[in-house]
């Protein structure tokens, strides 16, 4: 193994963080127990407000990223994993409001994982397998409140338990 692979699985890492942090940003809006306060709450834009009412809001129906509180749609420089969070400090650049810390852990953290897979492993059903798992603990983490979504994901998880040991001994790993 080389610094390459380590290179690669941390800017693949980038990536899908980046994705994760879209559907936990999506899952927890979509399934708010509270639509009713959002809707009338003046701080949120009409762009989040529309998508609640119409329940478009889910990371299955594709949709461009925006600040949940101004509506500004994010441009490409601001949608690369880490570095826009790092270069505008967190803040949308439209209005200044800070989307939080949690995004910036949830991609570092998927790209460390992901490096350090691509550098210890060397079997490609075994990486995949443990990074799909990093993944959907983070999910779990943090929507597991969410109303259906959370029965849903805690029963992914527990065939996941089970699965695992039948993949990796299928899989020789």
């Known amino acids: 193994m080389n610094g390459l692979e380590g290179i690669t699985g941390f800017l693949l890492g980038m990536v899908w963080g980046s994705f994760i942090n879209l559907c936990i940003d999506r899952f927890q809006m979509a399934h708010l127990a509270d639509h009713e306060r959002v809707l009338n709450d003046p701080l949120y834009s009409e762009r989040l ?33 880490l570095l ?33 897979l691509f550098v210890w492993l060397e079997r490609w059903p075994a990486i995949i397998i443990l990074a799909l798992d990093f993944s959907l603990i983070w999910l779990i983490t943090t929507c597991h409140d969410c109303r259906k979504l959370g029965g849903w994901l805690k029963g992914l998880s527990v065939l996941m338990i089970f699965l695992n040991p039948i993949l990796f001994l299928v899989l020789e790993f």
């Open 49 to 81: 407000k529309d998508h609640l009412r119409q329940g478009r809001f889910s990371p299955l129906v594709p949709s461009r990223s925006f600040c949940f509180f101004c509506g500004h749609i994010l441009r490409i420089k601001e949608l690369v994993p």
């Open 84 to 116: 826009s969070y790092l270069f505008f400090r967190g803040r949308c650049l439209s209005c200044g409001q800070a989307y939080g810390i949690r995004s910036f852990f949830v991609e570092l953290t998927h790209s460390l994982f992901f490096g350090a």
